[in-house]
């Protein structure tokens, strides 16, 4: 089945952006097994950025974002996605995120933004990347930063776009994207 699950996933690499692209992505997810790591939805422009005085000191979504979020989560339901766990970053942005499309979410601290202590880059990565190595049984979903994204994978996803990650030996392969603005709940 694994195998099975790889091949599927390397097979969606070679396929061009389409729906039917999109719907070998959800098909891929409800097989379980994968990991989603999103970057959280849109957020307000000019902002500043304050962790620790909470949201009001922070970015923090956009009615955009919101309805972005509201409409991801919509989506894995009409797509019978089973969501066996749900982290983010305990960045307002990020917990609203993941509580708008998916109802329950723990913070894990390893999500948390790394943009402003770099310091705190190799550690928080190697954490996320073991528990993706280790992950089976359901969809597994990570809500985080850019940065921290960016860090894991190489790549450079917008505001509230999905990397589907396929678990594979010592890492991943990531299987697929997934912008909101190309999610619909059907």
Known sequence: MRLARLILALA???V???ASADEAIWALLRGGGQVVIM???ATLPNVPDTLG???STQRNLSEAGREDARR???AFHAHGIAVEDV???VWCRCMDTARLAFGTVTSWPALDSIFRDRSREAAQTREVRELIRGHSGGTLVLVTHQVNITAL???FPAEGEMLVLTPRGEGF???GRIKPSDVSAR
């Open 12 to 14: 969606l690499l070679s």
């Open 16 to 18: 061009p952006a389409s």
């Open 39 to 41: 970057r959280h939805a």
């Open 53 to 55: 005085r909470g949201c």
């Open 72 to 74: 991801i989560g919509a």
């Open 87 to 89: 982290r983010a970053s």
């Open 153 to 155: 994978t190489g790549l």
């Open 173 to 175: 392969v990531v299987a």
